[in-house]
């Protein structure tokens, strides 16, 4: 006589057999516990790598700075990029925010952060942050003014910059407030009033100008104002400036684009173009505007053929004279009709439609 079981009895037992199946073999093949050893996650993270600094004496010693994210030194023997500002607390955030990374050439041990995100009123005053020891501490240098780490212009260069002959001498160029100098190492720092430009792109030391144990003679730096020379040199270690020959040269004769108004007597006339001058900004790469729509650059069209004013027949109809503006779907409606075409008054402007399509009465004014 077979026995039948409840279905919950059944899964019961069979759950049972399995789990004491498992814990048996966990049992009997068990191995010791490994001590586990804690340590830091790696956040692939940290903003936008807004600029590279390689030692020039030493192989394998790079920077990176980020707009966000704080400064980084890459570690050739581990494959990895070291955090060096992780010690920043949360009221000294705007730090994090690295607009420019200079290096000692004479001393790979020294390493320097020009810091500050924003120019909001609710900003952090920027500050200087000195390191004599590849960036394991830190030593900050307050600044009276704002720093544009996390701002547009962040990329255009090194605005912070060590005297190749001596390292006691730094330049550091700022986003609206001109031109700085220290003279003990990046503790203090005054403004330099020889140079007027408020806003730096990037500083540079022409190494090849000076000798060892004395300032650099020759410096050039980048100006951030179009309508002006961006390039400015000194020839006595950064006291007074002037601007650099090529930048006056890349400034002449530069005009705003003009407009101008094409006059024609067909209603498909063609709109104003702007004529292909120059951008009105000194030092710009970019190409000069087209010259407008493809179809405001072609030629004015040819003037339409009048058609007959006697009716066309039944074996002609069906073949109308075509006008040599194809575009011009007034010239058809005429044609088709038999009717003589609208013409524009002389003198009279008329607009004309960016895919070079007539309406029936052109917009025409004085």
């Not at 000798?211 to 104002?225: E, F, I």
């Not at 030092?283 to 493809?294: N, V």
């Amino acid at each position: 006589m077979s026995r039948v079981f409840p279905r919950r009895s059944f899964a019961a037992a069979l759950c049972a057999c399995a789990l004491s199946s498992v814990l048996g073999s966990a049992a009997r093949g068990a191995a010791p516990a490994e001590p586990y050893v804690w340590r830091n996650v790696a956040i692939r993270g940290g903003g936008y790598v807004t600029g590279l600094a390689f030692h020039p004496r030493e192989a394998d010693l790079l920077y990176a700075r980020t707009d966000v994210g704080g400064a980084y030194r890459w570690d050739a023997a581990r494959r990895a990029w070291l955090p060096l500002n992780d010690g920043i607390d949360r009221a000294n955030g705007d730090l994090y925010g690295v607009i420019s990374l200079a290096l000692d050439p004479r001393d790979p041990a020294r390493v320097y952060l020009a810091c500050g995100a924003y120019f909001s009123e609710w900003a952090r005053q920027a500050a200087v942050l000195r390191s004599e020891d590849r960036g394991a501490t830190w030593e900050i240098a307050e600044l009276p003014f704002k720093l544009g780490g996390n701002q547009d212009g962040r990329g255009t260069g090194e605005r912070l910059q060590v005297d190749p002959h001596d390292g006691r001498h730094l330049l550091l160029g700022t986003n609206h407030d001109g031109l700085w100098r220290s003279r003990d190492g990046g503790r203090e720092w005054a403004q330099v009033t020889g140079f007027t430009p408020g806003g730096v792109t990037f500083v540079l030391f022409d190494a090849a100008s000076g000798a060892d144990g004395h300032p650099t003679p020759v410096v050039y730096a980048g100006a951030a104002d179009p309508a002006k020379e961006t390039l400015y040199h000194s020839t006595d270690g950064g006291k007074s400036w002037a601007p650099s020959p090529a930048s006056r040269a890349a400034c002449s004769g530069i005009t705003p684009p003009r407009t101008r108004t094409a006059r024609f007597s067909s209603p498909a006339a063609t709109p104003s173009v702007p004529t292909a001058s120059p951008r009105a900004q000194c030092g710009s790469s970019s190409p000069p505007p087209r010259a407008g729509p493809r179809s405001a650059r072609r030629d004015p069209p040819r003037s339409r053929r009048t058609p007959s004013a006697t009716p066309a027949s039944r074996s002609t109809r069906g073949t109308p004279a075509r006008s040599t503006s194809r575009r011009s779907i007034a010239g058809r409606r005429a044609t088709r009709s038999s009717a003589p075409p609208t013409a524009a008054r002389p003198g009279r402007r008329c607009s004309r439609t960016r895919s070079g399509i007539s309406p029936a009465r052109p917009t025409c004014r004085q």
